[in-house]
């Protein structure tokens, strides 16, 4: 029952148009969260221009590369186990390399090739400028690493090809890294500390995406309101900077105006929000732009001040409640999804009954709830025993899930009757007959395909709905067209 970001693209492969005058063939297979799959975009693109080309088969690849996740361990017990089918295939096929990429890499670094001895080549978020050179070593029949982590990449200066796109959505990654040390987590350790990107680079990108036909893009980072760019470096040297550095400084909302004006009917989305780190000028520019989506992921990971302690979560309860009142006062229609952790150490039936009533005053849209996974290096790993039975923290997770369906249904009924825009995605999963598209909150809509087509801008009256899916039928374009 446990529920995972973009559950149905984990571990799917990446293709790229051909490009015929490339003779080696690369097999990419990615898991986690969607960083990771922009990545993947990132690592496709310097490779096509060091002579490969993508396949979907992996007995037919000269160089196979997993992009891993470190979140919890299943994330990691997954990979663990395609690691084990790649090395069954390359030894029937003893010149085909294999890679690993991402956070696993970075966490455990040459593990992977000194003791394990089940992989070529262990390549960190930071370092695929240097996968070239790192081929190359493989190539000549060395093992290679760069598990180093930087403090200013951001690959910027990389234009990611854009793989199994629905041609509409794109990612556009804005930050990378993370500051701040929730104790439960291993991001900081494996993707280094945070980084903004250029905000000219973005724009450049996200012009560029317009032009070549997409509608819709995701700012996407850790904690994206953390977003400060001021000419280059780590946030946490922000106040080292100039007077002149800090007078022209851009933060997220300011990142967000910019965005929003260069393309004033390309839809903006964002993800993660950290509730530290919302500021009531992020809300306001949502209310004042029409095509940034109002849709808001505010992970919260437990309704117990307790708890949001023991966690290094930098608010409390109330504090989360005020931000959640200001967001439905400035943007009522404004849809609210969440992260939650059930079973991190020390929590008791009383926490889980905090978090459970939290989520009763919020009523979330959309939720992503997980067992607590104990991680090593955290603060939480080395300070606190992972002392809540397995059995306790499913039963708290099945319990959080149950609430959120049952919010999750009342929300979808507030849309009956309405008729919403909705950008086209692409064929119904479940019916040729229908598309599929989502409203500004993020909530899938499916109706009858008509005259319209993939990439549209539709006005769709909201008929029926079921806990996650809004059914209706189309009543024309709507004025974004
Ligand atoms: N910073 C991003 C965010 O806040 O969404 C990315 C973090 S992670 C990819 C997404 C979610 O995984 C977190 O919000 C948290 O709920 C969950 N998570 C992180 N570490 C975890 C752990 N040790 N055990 C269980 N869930 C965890």
């Not at 369906?405 to 995605?425: C, M």
Request: with cysteine; net charge negative.
């Amino acid at each position: 029952m446990e529920k995972v970001i973009d559950e149905s693209q984990q571990g799917s492969t990446l293709s790229l148009e051909k490009n015929e005058n490339n003779g080696r063939k690369l097999y990419i297979e990615s898991y986690g969260c969607q960083m990771n799959f922009s990545d993947s975009e990132i690592v496709a693109s310097i490779l096509a221009k060091e002579g490969f080309n993508t396949t979907q088969n992996l007995n037919d690849a000269d160089l196979v590369l997993v992009n891993t996740c470190s979140i919890r361990e299943k994330a990691e017990q997954t990979v663990r186990k395609r690691l084990e089918k790649f090395n069954a295939v390359k030894r029937t096929k003893p010149n085909m390399k294999v890679g690993v990429l991402g956070c696993m890499a970075e966490r455990l670094k040459s593990k992977f090739l000194e003791e394990e001895k089940i992989v070529d080549m262990v390549v960190g978020p930071d370092a695929y400028k240097d996968l070239p050179n790192l081929i190359q070593e493989i190539d000549e029949g060395r093992n290679a690493v760069n598990v180093i982590l930087s403090k200013d990449e951001t690959y910027g200066d990389v234009a990611p090809v854009r793989l199994n796109s629905n041609g509409v959505s794109a990612f556009v990654s804005i930050t990378r890294g993370c500051d701040n040390m929730c104790t439960f987590c291993v991001v900081p350790f494996t993707r280094g500390r945070e980084r903004s990107r250029d905000p000219q680079s973005i724009l450049e990108e996200v012009n560029d995406l317009w032009e070549r036909g997409f509608k819709e893009i995701t700012l996407l980072g850790q904690n994206v309101d953390s977003y400060l760019w001021y000419g280059g470096g780590l946030k946490k040297n922000f106040d080292q900077a100039s007077e002149m550095q800090k007078a022209t400084s851009v933060n997220f909302a300011g990142l967000l105006e910019l965005v929003a004006q260069a393309q004033p009917k390309m839809r903006i989305r964002f993800s993660t929000s950290n509730p530290q780190d919302m500021t009531l000028d992020v809300i306001e520019a949502m209310a004042k732009h029409r095509n940034i989506c109002k849709y808001i992921h505010l992970p919260v990971q437990s309704g117990s001040n307790r708890i949001l302690k023991a966690m290094n979560r930098l608010h409390t309860r109330e504090e989360y409640f005020e931000l959640i009142d200001d967001i439905r006062k400035i943007i009522p229609d404004c849809a609210i999804s969440q992260d939650m952790i059930t079973g991190f150490p020390t929590e008791t039936e009383e926490d889980h009954q905090d978090t459970l009533s939290l989520m009763e005053y919020v009523k979330y849209d959309f939720g992503f709830m997980f067992a607590y996974s104990e991680r090593p290096g955290t603060l939480a790993e080395r300070k606190m025993e992972d002392d809540v039975p397995e059995t306790t923290k499913k039963r708290r997770l099945q319990e959080i899930i149950e609430v959120q369906q049952k919010h999750s249904h009342y929300r979808t009924q507030q849309h009956l009757g309405k008729t919403e825009e909705v950008l086209i995605e692409g064929a119904s999963k479940k019916s040729e007959a229908h598309w599929m598209g989502r409203n500004s909150q993020n909530t899938v809509v499916v109706f009858p395909k008509e005259h319209y087509n993939v990439g549209d801008f539709v006005n769709v009256k909201i008929n029926e709905c079921t806990s996650a899916t809004l059914i209706g039928e189309a009543v024309g374009y709507s004025e974004n067209n």
